[in-house]
């Protein structure tokens, strides 16, 4: 039931119903802590999908109690992708950055490298929109040694971020080489947060390479 939220969450499934089936899993949690952080970790998300930021940082909040206290700080650690998340989606991008920062230091302690790749390649999108790039890069080439060849979600990040760290340096050319490879890894996936993202980097290549009709 806790893989379900995650489904909930990076699925197809239209936001108020994901609310709904996540709430009915943590009720229905019977006692099951990592069930129930994992329910509200994906509340957290969804909440801030539809604006309501407040609620969602609560929910993330509650949630890093909830997992601490079953899984210590493993588990707790974990909530940064979807604090993060919230921030992201509520513009605050330093909140972001000081959350990913605080758990990435925590599980390259651990050694625990899946999470952390998926943290640093996330942070390193937040480097980004607070005009970081050498910081982002950094991130960047953590997030690449960490993450695993069949990790598809952290091979994509990390070259959406080459792809905006191109562009940045005013490399169109590369910035839609490794955006390509990126949309390459994604065919046929159904996760629509992590196409819509990318789509927006193309966007932006495609502004910057003056194809005002591809970036519309």
């Known amino acids: 039931m806790g893989a379900l939220t995650i489904a909930c969450v990076f699925g197809p499934m239209p936001v108020p119903e994901a609310i709904e089936r996540c709430r009915e899993i943590e009720a229905g949690s019977g006692g099951d802590h990592r069930t129930e952080g994992l329910a509200l970790c994906a509340l957290a998300q969804l909440e801030a999908m539809r604006g309501a930021f407040d609620e969602a940082r609560a929910l993330y909040v509650r949630a890093r109690t909830v997992l601490i206290d079953v899984g210590g700080s493993m588990l707790g650690a974990s909530t940064a992708l979807d604090s993060s998340t919230v921030e992201m989606l509520a513009g605050d991008h330093a ?12 599980l390259e302690e651990m050694g625990e490298r899946y999470l952390l790749s998926t943290m640093e390649g996330v942070r390193a999108q937040a480097l980004i929109a607070l005009g970081r790039p050498d910081d982002a890069a950094q991130a960047c080439a953590r997030a690449e040694a960490a993450a695993a060849e069949d990790d598809i979600e952290s091979q994509v990040l990390v070259r959406s971020v080459r792809a905006e760290l191109h562009l940045h340096a005013g490399r169109v050319a590369e910035a839609e080489k490794a955006a390509a490879e990126a949309e390459t890894l994604l065919r046929g996936a159904e996760a629509p947060n992590i196409v819509a993202d990318l789509a927006v980097v193309r966007a932006r290549i495609a502004a910057a390479g003056g194809d005002a009709e591809a970036a519309g």
């Open 95 to 106: 909140a972001a950055e000081r959350e990913l920062r605080g758990d990435a230091e925590l």
